[in-house]
């Protein structure tokens, strides 16, 4: 496969990232219209939080589930997409349950910013686990976007507006979730790259939805949660416009979209090289906050998003060996 293949796999994960952007005032606009409709603003318990964070993600990618399952119909779903599909939802189901719960205590930005720490952790992955070796050009690009986080992360928490953000029973808890969810998307993104070689996009996402979906399921029951799922309930959301957007979104673009085009072009480059490139989902979230105006633009977010954007540009001018020269007994460096 050709440098420019991999420089447009490059690209097309970055439109990738303006769709995940999206999701993090999205989640929390549509968890507060849900607050305001189905419980009215009164305030819940932790354990009826976690049920209603996993019934809303069980919506979420269950609609997603199915639409790429009626999109890819005739096909008949071999090894690579159910079993490949199958261990790509659970780590991207787990990632979200711990995402979404720690957002609970985070602004969008720094939960945005934490979630990219998949860009350390996926190159340590890729040399330990997959025993490839990774190009110093990369190293460096991986070292410029920690920078540009750690520049984002000195953020203003009263940036935020007050009614996103809750203050943690416990000091840094929401930092911490966020941080077990980043390795679980890490884990997702070699998943993604043993099995999105030989897998259809559209059925694998199909099934990697709709095991996201079954875990967030089982996650909300087990706190003891069935709220979303009454039709009183689905009802009165339906007729609520704030949530009707933002979920609409969340389905249509950072959902079927944004992932069916991630298990499409992911696999053409190499894990590390893909972490860098999902720098730029934060990069985006912020955008998005700042335009939604649950955020305010800080000097440290255009520094820190100038930093990342470096790094996505220094590894894209010579990416790492093509996903289809990976069984080369000693691949070579880049350098």
């Known amino acids: 496969m050709s440098t420019r293949t991999a420089r447009l796999a490059i690209f097309v994960l970055g439109l990738c990232c303006v769709g995940w952007g999206f999701s993090f005032p999205a989640m929390q606009i549509s ?29 979420r990618f269950g609609i997603a589930g199915l639409i790429c399952a009626a999109l890819s119909l ?3 779903y071999r090894r690579e997409e159910l079993l490949g599909g199958t261990l790509v939802g659970v780590f991207f189901g787990l990632g979200m349950l711990f995402q979404v719960w720690g957002i609970e205590y985070t602004l969008p930005s720094v939960s945005s910013f934490l979630t990219a720490l998949s860009v350390v952790f ?24 920690a920078a540009g986080m750690a520049v ?19 000091p840094f808890l929401g930092q911490a979730l966020t941080v077990i969810g980043a390795m679980c998307f890490t884990a997702q993104i070699l998943a993604v790259d043993r099995f999105g070689q030989k ?15 079954a875990v967030s399921s089982a996650f909300g029951v087990a706190f003891g949660g069935a709220t979303l799922f009454r039709g009183a309930t689905v009802v009165a959301l339906c007729r609520d416009f704030t949530f009707d957007w933002s979920f609409a979104g969340l ?14 072009w992911q696999p053409r480059i190499a894990p590390a090289t893909a972490a860098v490139v999902y720098c ?34 220094t590894i894209s001018r010579r990416p790492e060996e093509p996903a289809q020269n990976r069984m080369a007994e000693a691949p070579a460096l880049a350098d």
């Open 74 to 76: 005739g096909g008949k």
């Open 199 to 213: 897998a259809d996009p559209s059925r694998l996402t199909a099934v990697m939805l709709l095991t996201a979906s």
């Open 251 to 264: 389905v249509l673009i950072s959902s079927v979209l944004a992932l069916t085009l991630m298990n499409a």
């Open 280 to 313: 730029l989902e934060p990069v985006f979230g912020t955008l998005f906050s700042v335009a939604f105006r649950t955020e305010a633009l800080m000097g440290v977010t255009v520094i820190g998003g100038a930093i990342i954007l470096a790094a996505v540009l």
């Open 31 to 59: 968890a507060a219209a849900v607050d305001r409709v189905v419980f009215h603003g009164v305030s819940l318990t932790i354990e009826a939080r976690l049920a209603l964070r996993g019934g809303f993600n069980a919506w």
């Open 152 to 170: 984002l992360s000195l953020g203003d928490a009263g940036a935020a507006r007050a009614w996103l953000t809750r203050a943690p029973p416990v």
């Open 122 to 145: 996926a190159p340590i992955a890729q040399s330990l686990l997959l025993r490839r070796p990774v190009g110093r050009r990369v190293w460096m690009a991986v070292g410029i976007a």
